[in-house]
Nanobody, 122 residues
Framework: QVQLVESGGGLVQPGGSVRLSCAVSGSTETINFMAWYRQAPGKKRDILASMAISGRANYPDSAKGRFTISGDVTKTVYLQVDNLKPEDTAVYYC?????????????????WGQGTQVTVSS
């Protein structure tokens, strides 16, 4: 089992920045990769960035430029969001994909944090 706890959200003015943290604990040796998602009211949850255990970061085309993932997947993973806009208002979630060894091989398991609210408003 892996536990993820997000923090760092709050009310931010347009044009500002926020750094979200995801504290990782538990069986961190099972982590395959981690990611940050967000979900705005009435919308689906979208991926913003991912990080492999090597530390290599990957971003979907829709999120390139203002989002930066960093950290150590065995300790804390961060998401920096710059030049915030009102449409960035959402709940931001930390995600971990685990590869768990079983007698028959490996099984994949997904784990989510509880989310942290970011509200962009003047």
């Amino acid at each position: 089992q892996v536990q993820l706890v997000e923090s760092g959200g709050g009310l931010v003015q347009p044009g500002g920045s926020v750094r979200l943290s995801c504290a990782v604990s538990g069986s961190t040796e099972t982590i395959n990769f981690m990611a940050w998602y967000r979900q705005a009211p009435g919308k689906k949850r979208d991926i913003l960035a991912s990080m492999a255990i090597s530390g290599r970061a990957n971003y979907p085309d829709s999120a390139k430029g203002r989002f930066t993932i960093s950290g150590d997947v065995t300790k804390t993973v961060y998401l920096q969001v710059d030049n915030l806009k009102p449409e960035d208002t959402a709940v931001y979630y930390c995600f971990a994909n685990l590869l768990i060894h079983t007698p028959s091989g490996f099984t994949s398991q997904d784990t989510w944090g509880q989310g942290t609210q970011v509200t962009v408003s003047s």
